[in-house]
Structure formats: structure tokens, C-alpha cells
Antibody, heavy 122, light 112 residues
């Protein structure tokens, strides 16, 4: 069974840092692009960023709202995706989801994790 | 700020047909990028409903259908059922944002 499990969320003060993890299983993680998507309480979905696979040099892309503050990385040997969040702002409060980008499905987000909540507040 | 616009809400009685529009521009849907649709039931993660404008992943009922024309796309739900009450989001990519993924504003479907 394909599964994504996020962890690492919690309460952090403005200006602080947090590292989220996404553990993948049930598929060949190293073959896939992986994205982070977030959802503020009561709001819609917002794309955060992407890491491509080794064949595409692990390049990354970020939304303008997080560029320069957030860093996406991956460890294919551990089937894990990470989101390092620095200089956090109150507007970063959201549920953070990791998702598989399915190139065979025209780059749709095929499978999503259950999400992990990040609260930025003093 | 979302670059794809959806109606905030649509509603229908059981058995009826409802449609959700997703309006973009020449830099996203109109540029030829595919549109995908996701269903988010209350308190759960989004689930892929339609990919590549009109294709259903395995397990998605054929009551759900998608289409795309010009700078817009639509999701139709026929034979509306109580379990279809959820939030629905369209998603595409945008060349003005360096090919980044973009989501629609979301639509709440209410079954009367």
C-alpha cells in the first residue's frame, strides 16, 4: 500500500524554525517528484514547493511566499522528504501535506499524506 | 492568492447534477496545462478525483467527470449523493510563476 506519513508539526514562535518529515512507503520513492502543499485553518490549498528526482538533479521550486525561508530536501536512502522552515511567520500556520507528483497522471498529486499541523504563535 | 477562480459554493438535491467551474488565464489553463480536481472530505486530506482534464483514477465513480475549454475547466457531478458533500479544488500549473503548481479557490458542495 502506498503511504505517506508526515511528522514534526507543532507550536513555534514567530521567527522560529521547524523541520517537517514525510516518510514514504509502498512505492519507489526515488523515482518520483515530491511536493509540499499547505492549508491554513478554514482556507484553501496552497502549493509550497517541489523536489524533483535524481534523474532531474534533485532540483527544487518554491512558492514566492516561502522562497528564501523554506528548504525542501529528500533522502532517497531513507524514503523520506523534508521541509525545513525558517523565519516562520504567523501566516505560515497551516496543515502541511506531502504529496506524490504522478508524472504518468499528467503531474497530478496522486497520493497525499494525512498532514501535520504547524502553529506559529507567540 | 489563488490564480484559479471557483465559485465558493454549489448545492443540489440528491440525484441532481451540479457543476463547478474553474476559471484561469492564458498563463495557466489557457497555456495548455492540464487541470486536475481534488475532493476533500471534512477533516481529511485531499484526494485526486480527476487528472488530465477528464480522466478518472481507478476507484473514482463515473458520476464524476471533467472537461476543459479555453481558459476554463469544469467538474460535473451527476446523480449527487450525500457522501459527495465536500470541498473541491481544481489545480493546474502557471507559466508566469515559473511553472509552479496553482490551486483553485475551492468550492463547497452541499447536498440538500
Amino acid at each position: 500500500e502506498v503511504q505517506l506519513v508526515e511528522s514534526g508539526g507543532g507550536l513555534v514562535q514567530p521567527g522560529g524554525s521547524l523541520r517537517l518529515s514525510c516518510a514514504a512507503s509502498g512505492f519507489t520513492f526515488s523515482d518520483h517528484y515530491m511536493d509540499w502543499v499547505r492549508q491554513a485553518p478554514g482556507k484553501g490549498l496552497e502549493w509550497v514547493g517541489r523536489t524533483r528526482n535524481k534523474a532531474n538533479s534533485y532540483t527544487t521550486e518554491y512558492a514566492a511566499s516561502v522562497k528564501g525561508r523554506f528548504t525542501i530536501s529528500r533522502d532517497d536512502s531513507k524514503n523520506s522528504l523534508y521541509l525545513q522552515m525558517n523565519s516562520l511567520k504567523t501566516e505560515d500556520t497551516a496543515v502541511y501535506y506531502c504529496a506524490i507528483v504522478a508524472t504518468i497522471l499528467e503531474d497530478a498529486f496522486d497520493i497525499w499524506g494525512q498532514g501535520t499541523m504547524v502553529t506559529v504563535s507567540s | 492568492q489563488s490564480v484559479l477562480t471557483q465559485p465558493p459554493s454549489v448545492s443540489g438535491a440528491p440525484g441532481q447534477r451540479v457543476t463547478i467551474s474553474c476559471t484561469g488565464s492564458s498563463s495557466n489553463i489557457g497555456a495548455g496545462y492540464d487541470v486536475h480536481w481534488y475532493q476533500q472530505l471534512p477533516g481529511t486530506a485531499p484526494k485526486l478525483l480527476i487528472y488530465g482534464n477528464s480522466n478518472r483514477p481507478s476507484g473514482v465513480p463515473d458520476r464524476f467527470s471533467g472537461s476543459k475549454s479555453g481558459t476554463s475547466a469544469s467538474l460535473a457531478i451527476t446523480g449527487l449523493q450525500a457522501e459527495d458533500e465536500a470541498d473541491y479544488y481544481c489545480q493546474s500549473y502557471d507559466s508566469s510563476l515559473s511553472g509552479s503548481a496553482v490551486f483553485g479557490t475551492g468550492t463547497k458542495v452541499t447536498v440538500l
